[in-house]
C-alpha cells in the first residue's frame, strides 16, 4: 500500500520560512517523480513544484513560487522536501505531496498525500 505523509506545516509570519517534508513508503521512490500542489477552500488544486525521478533532478517551479520554493529530495530517505522561504500570506493553503505524475507540472498525479496546513500571517 502506497502512503506519503507530509509533514511540517504549521504557522509563521510573513517573510519567514518553513521546510515542508513528505515521506513516501510503498512505492519504488527513487523512480517516481514528485511534488507538491497546494489547495485553498473552494478553489482547485494548484501545481507548486516537481522534482523528476532521473539523476542529476531536474526542478520546476510554478511562476508564483518560483526564486522563494526549492524542492528536494533524498532517496535513501524515500523523502521529498518544500523549502519555503520569504513567506506570504497568499501562500496559506493545504499544501499536497504527490507522487507518479508526468513533469513538468504533473498534470496527472497517481498518488496523494493528507496535506498539510500552511498558514502565513501579515
Known amino acids: 500500500q502506497v502512503q506519503l505523509v507530509e509533514s511540517g506545516g504549521g504557522l509563521v509570519q510573513s517573510g519567514g520560512s518553513l521546510r515542508l517534508s513528505c515521506a513516501a513508503s510503498g512505492l519504488a521512490f527513487s523512480t517516481y517523480n514528485m511534488g507538491w500542489f497546494r489547495q485553498t477552500p473552494g478553489k482547485e488544486r494548484e501545481f507548486v513544484s516537481a522534482?523528476?525521478?532521473?539523476?542529476?533532478?531536474?526542478?520546476y517551479y510554478a511562476d508564483s513560487v518560483k526564486g522563494r520554493f526549492t524542492i528536494s529530495r533524498d532517496n535513501a530517505k524515500n523523502t521529498v522536501y518544500l523549502q519555503m522561504n520569504s513567506l506570504k500570506p497568499e501562500d496559506t493553503a493545504v499544501y499536497y505531496c504527490?507522487?507518479?505524475?508526468?513533469?513538468?507540472?504533473?498534470?496527472?498525479?497517481?498518488?496523494w498525500g493528507q496535506g498539510t496546513q500552511v498558514t502565513v500571517s501579515s
Open positions: 522534482i523528476n525521478w532521473a539523476a542529476g533532478g531536474n526542478t
Open positions: 504527490a507522487a507518479g505524475g508526468p513533469m513538468p507540472r504533473m498534470t496527472t498525479v497517481r498518488y
